[in-house]
């Protein structure tokens, strides 16, 4: 089961765009970019926590396993 970030998804619903995210987080706009495409295959724990926070979500809301 491949497990998939919700982060494009989340950001659609809260109405906030990738750049608004980075620039609350302090990180680069590419990294948001990266953890919205469909490539992204590892992320660190502290930056789900950091995502987790600046979103007010929580990771079962953010972190999805989808059927193959």
């Known amino acids: 089961m491949p497990v998939r970030l919700r982060l494009r998804e989340i ?3 809260k109405g906030i765009t990738q750049r608004e995210l980075a620039r609350l ?3 680069r706009p590419n ?3 990266h953890l919205c495409s469909d490539k992204v ?3 660190y724990f ?3 926590e950091q995502l987790c926070k600046t979103l007010d979500i929580q990771l079962h809301d953010l972190i999805v396993m989808e059927e193959e």
Do not use: F, G, H, R
């Open 11 to 13: 950001l659609a619903e």
């Open 25 to 27: 987080m302090n990180v």
């Open 31 to 33: 990294t948001i970019s």
């Open 41 to 43: 295959n590892a992320a």
């Open 46 to 48: 502290d930056t789900l």
